[in-house]
């Protein structure tokens, strides 16, 4: 009204004039708004994972490289018997069971001989002493040894008791009621290295009966307690065999007796995976025992966010050789595999329970869009009622 009386016009005109200003403005705010939430939710919605949708666009064309399992029980007999990925299997044992074997005598051995004789014309004792003391014969590398009066004999590849018999009917000749005593005391070829993952590492001597390698471990002070899923590794000949240390423990037959020139490594589970997306962490994640499952793996990482994962997305990625790669058979299709898990009913849970994680493999939580469209929309209450 005091527009009117200050401009001299009509009423009538004034407020036609502000009823068009108001729905101006009330189409100018909706405008802005639609034009405000997609900038706003490209630039305000952070995510930490991919959505499954996104990650499986382009993978079901025939000429992908990638095959999508998904995974549940009745999937889990054909999966568990394709081949499995490098690294694995990680274990070939020497041998099983533990035998009572004497140690043999090997080049570079010290052997010690005492030779006793009564008789008062020996050729090698005198009156005053009975016994020819002959100490640190070495044995050669072509395994003999020299004894006086009877020349070289060879002893390697002998027990101590076989080659004191020998050396003994040898001399008969010469001395008829000699009586010899021998003993070795092992070289460098009859000992055991242990080189690392023990309280105390160093050279083990071998004993008259060869020992088993818990005996040489127990020696050696034990397997260091921080080892994480420790392996058990014996070098033998140029050939490196394998075990997890709890197989050792637990099965007696892989308790084998050990040879000279054995060397033992005590490693800690260098296997691992790496956990990404909506999980409670991001990070490579090493295995702490022989067999994790996808339910394990998930647990590790600290389990999914209540707040973005995808129960229905939940992820493994894995990359099989070429070699293993078939068009039939019990083998994968691709080298790139996606396995997938709904963890939304029972099936999906038991099925991943029965899943086995790989070395190498990618643990992926992918986002779920429910957390996305409630932010577009908490981000357009925002907008609206600013204006």
């Known amino acids: 009204m005091h527009l009117a009386r200050d401009l001299s016009l009509p009423a009538a005109t004034v ?5 068009n200003d108001a729905r101006w403005r009330g189409v100018a705010r909706l405008m802005t708004v639609l034009l405000l939430i997609p900038m706003l939710a490209a ?20 000429d992908s490289d990638y095959q999508v399992v998904e995974v549940s029980r009745a999937a889990l007999s054909e999966i568990n018997s394709w081949p499995r990925p490098a ?6 044992w020497v041998g099983t069971g533990a035998s009572a074997t004497t140690r043999l005598i090997r080049a570079g ?32 590398t072509s395994g003999r040894i020299f004894v006086p009066y009877v020349g070289e004999i060879t002893v390697s590849g002998m027990t101590a008791e076989t080659a004191r018999r020998d050396i003994q009917e040898r001399m008969e000749a010469i ?36 020992p088993t390698i818990l005996t040489v471990l127990a020696e050696a002070g034990g397997i ?7 392996l058990v590794r014996l070098q033998r000949a140029g050939v490196s065999y394998e ?79 070429q070699s293993d790669v078939r068009a039939e058979g019990a083998y994968p299709r691709k080298p790139w595999v996606i396995f997938t898990f709904d963890l939304t009913n029972a099936d999906g849970l038991f ?27 908490s981000l357009f209450r925002i907008v609206r009622n600013t204006f």
Do not use: K
Request: glycine share 8%; hydrophobic share 40%.
């Open 15 to 19: 407020q036609n004039h502000t009823g």
């Open 43 to 62: 630039c305000a919605l952070p995510r930490g994972a991919a959505m499954q949708s996104e990650v499986l666009r382009g993978t079901q064309g025939e």
């Open 224 to 230: 260091s307690p921080g080892l994480r899923n420790p």
């Open 243 to 321: 075990i997890p240390a709890h197989r050792l423990f637990s099965e007696p037959a892989q308790d084998i007796q050990l040879r000279g020139g054995d060397r033992i490594l005590v490693e800690q589970d260098s296997r691992n995976f790496v956990a990404l997306g909506a999980s409670g962490r991001q990070e490579v994640v090493y295995f702490e025992r022989e067999e994790i499952n996808a339910l394990d793996a998930l647990s590790t990482i600290g389990g999914l966010s209540s707040a973005r994962a995808d129960l229905r997305g939940v992820m493994v990625l894995r990359e099989y050789a």
């Open 175 to 210: 001395v008829p009621d000699a009586q010899v005593q021998l003993t070795v005391t092992p070289g460098s070829g009859n000992t055991i290295d242990v080189v690392t993952g023990v309280a105390s590492p160093g050279r083990v001597p071998l004993t008259e009966i060869s």
């Open 109 to 140: 051995d010290q052997i010690s001989l005492a030779i006793w004789d009564s008789q008062d014309t020996s050729l090698l004792t005198t009156f005053e002493q009975r016994f020819a003391d002959m100490r640190d014969i070495s044995v050669s």
């Open 87 to 92: 690294g694995a299997v990680r274990y070939s």
């Open 351 to 377: 099925a991943a329970q029965r899943f086995l994680i790989q070395p190498n493999d990618v643990v992926l939580a992918t986002e779920s869009p429910v957390p996305a469209m409630q932010q577009v929309l």
